[in-house]
């Protein structure tokens, strides 16, 4: 038996399951994320291959860390209304402006759109350079928006 599968049986105790630890340098609080994303490939590449040797199977699902807007909001209704929203002049202070995100959520809650907030919140910081807290701001309205509708379908 490999290193690696001995390593994998000793962490992955129970059929199916399976722990991953966080791995944070010593002389630092936070990894990069060109290094955290090396560290998880290489995972994934290692686990698929243990996957494959000991006829375990399943499968390994790897995102592409460089996204663009229509990776992350797939459907071109609810894409096209946050673009709306991005593009008008105030798009958090001013309350018609407000109105178009929330317009936006409703979207997303109507056609079932898999985009999730905080890869929104990421496109708003790294693409569109805004501030982390106006971007967490967006993506905390988008959750609860979400967690409104849910509750109201219920109700």
């Known amino acids: 038996m490999s ?3 001995e390593f994998l049986q000793s962490q992955f105790p129970l059929p199916n399951h399976f722990r991953v630890p966080n791995i944070v340098p010593r002389d630092c609080s936070y990894l990069p994320i060109d290094k955290y994303n090396a560290i998880g490939t290489a995972f994934a590449k290692a686990f698929r291959q243990f996957l494959k ?3 375990i199977g399943g499968a390994v699902n790897v995102t592409n860390p460089n996204k663009k807007l229509a990776d992350i909001i ?3 209704k609810c894409r096209k209304l ?3 929203w991005l593009h008008s002049p105030t798009p958090i202070s001013h309350p018609a402006d407000v109105e178009k995100l929330y317009v936006f959520i409703c979207a997303l809650f109507r056609h079932h759109s898999d985009a999730r907030s905080y890869e929104i919140e990421r496109f708003l910081i790294e693409d569109r350079k805004w501030k982390p807290n106006d971007a967490r701001f967006v993506a905390s309205e988008i959750e609860k928006g979400l967690t409104l509708l849910r509750i109201n379908q219920k109700f």
Request: hydrophobic share 40%; no cysteine.
């Open 82 to 84: 946050f673009e709306a």
């Open 53 to 55: 040797t000991s006829g």
């Open 74 to 76: 797939k459907g071109d």
């Open 3 to 5: 290193a690696l599968a």
